[in-house]
């Protein structure tokens, strides 16, 4: 079976949830025998589109896993913040013919909600190496 090599996109905003978010999408890999080849590091979700195309682009990387925690504040920001990422990810993952994970928590979150979804991480490695096992 071939080594699959994935693409990471993690953002920093809420950098104490994607933290934990990275770490356990680290350890199934591992467990699942996958290689994250490379991680880009983004200030925030609304940023992770023009990375996620950047990693779709590499002929050796089979799919890429987004990982973040969109918290809401005192407006809707949050929503449109997820909203647009989804959608222009969703673009991406059909464009490139590449499975790309929306491991993204959000919206209408607190934090302590966002630390109870820490596994998206694990979830998003789960979600595009099975979607890679089916498509071949």
């Not at 880009?40 to 987004?66: C, F, S």
Request: net charge negative; charged share 30%; aromatic share 6%.
């Amino acid at each position: 079976m071939k080594k699959y090599k994935i693409g990471m996109v993690a953002a920093e905003f809420n950098f104490d949830v994607t933290s934990m978010m990275i770490e356990r999408a680290k350890a199934q890999a591992e467990f699942l025998e996958v290689e994250i080849a490379e991680e880009i590091l983004v200030p925030g979700v609304y940023d992770m589109p023009l990375a996620v195309k950047h990693l779709a682009e590499k002929k050796d990387i089979d799919a890429v896993i987004t990982l973040g925690a969109v918290i809401t504040g005192e407006t809707d920001h949050d929503q449109v913040i997820i909203a647009q990422a989804a959608r222009k990810i969703t673009d991406l993952s059909l464009e490139y013919n590449k499975p790309i994970a929306f491991g993204i928590n959000g919206p209408g979150m607190t934090k302590l909600q966002a630390m109870d979804r820490i596994e998206k991480g694990r979830d998003a490695v789960d979600a595009v190496v099975k979607m890679l096992k089916r498509l071949e």
